[in-house]
């Protein structure tokens, strides 16, 4: 059965961001993952992690300016150097949270625009660099245009692409069930292929995102598929619950049945 990663961006919205952590562990769950832990200084998550027994899966490299509307600063020419401080400030939480792997947002650009895409692949060797000197991956996730217009990174053969061609061993695919269905369906094929290259996974249901089982894919086939794939890294519940999210929960005894 896959181990699953608890989503606090999403889930437990009952409590406050930290008190999260705590009310993950106590519905269940031995890891936890979030998009962004900058709000707080590291020695506070860290010491939230270890007070609940969490191992922290996942975060992301910091966005640029979130609340305007920026979704990555890595594909956008001319912000090289804050995407240098944003790889700095991800790894010095990453040295406290103890995570093995951070996700580089590309940014809103035009993928066919050939400075977006030499920068972006700029950024990823800086990223892999800095993090392989930290024995930590890089992940990379294809988003869909229907929830993030204009994101760089839209497609996952793309991403399968760029990850051969760059050849960097700590560069990995971030593959979310959730936006490959909407982007391309063909889920289990794309999970049998892409395998080799995934670092991470995470998943909720089509369209309404809402807890797995709830839509339109059968999600439960699609993680058994992950144990005949031989897949040992966490699963994130990046979904939103329909409603409480302890209440909403019934979904992983159904699976677990």
Request: glycine share 10%.
């Amino acid at each position: 059965m896959p181990r699953f990663a608890a989503n606090l961006t999403m889930m437990f919205n009952e409590v406050d961001f930290l008190d999260r952590l705590a009310a993950a562990s106590a519905a269940g769950f031995e890891a936890v993952e979030f998009l962004f832990p900058y709000d707080f200084e590291p020695d506070v998550i860290r010491s939230r992690l270890d007070a609940a027994s969490l191992t922290q899966a996942l975060f992301n490299l910091p966005p640029g300016d979130w609340a305007r509307g920026e979704r990555g600063l890595a594909a956008l020419p001319g912000r090289e150097g804050e995407f240098r401080q944003s790889v700095e400030t991800a790894l010095r939480y990453a040295r406290a949270t103890g995570v093995g792997r951070l996700h580089v947002m590309s940014g809103l650009a035009d993928r066919s625009d050939a400075k977006a895409r030499a920068t972006y692949r700029a950024s990823l060797a800086l990223a892999c660099d800095k993090a392989g000197e930290a024995g930590l991956d890089v992940l990379i996730e294809p988003i869909n245009p229907r929830d993030m217009p204009g994101y760089f990174l839209n497609n996952f053969n793309f991403a399968a692409d760029l990850i051969a061609d760059m050849g960097r061993p700590n560069l990995k695919l971030q593959f979310d069930i959730y936006h490959r269905q909407i982007i391309h369906g063909d889920v289990i094929h794309g999970l049998r292929e892409m395998m080799p290259i995934i670092g991470h996974i995470q998943v909720a249901s089509v369209p309404a995102r809402n807890e797995p089982g709830t839509g339109e894919l059968d999600d439960f086939r699609v993680l058994r598929e992950l144990d005949a794939l031989g897949y040992a890294g966490y699963v994130g519940c990046e979904y939103r619950p329909a409603g409480d999210t302890v209440a909403g929960l019934g979904w992983l005894k159904t699976f677990a049945g």
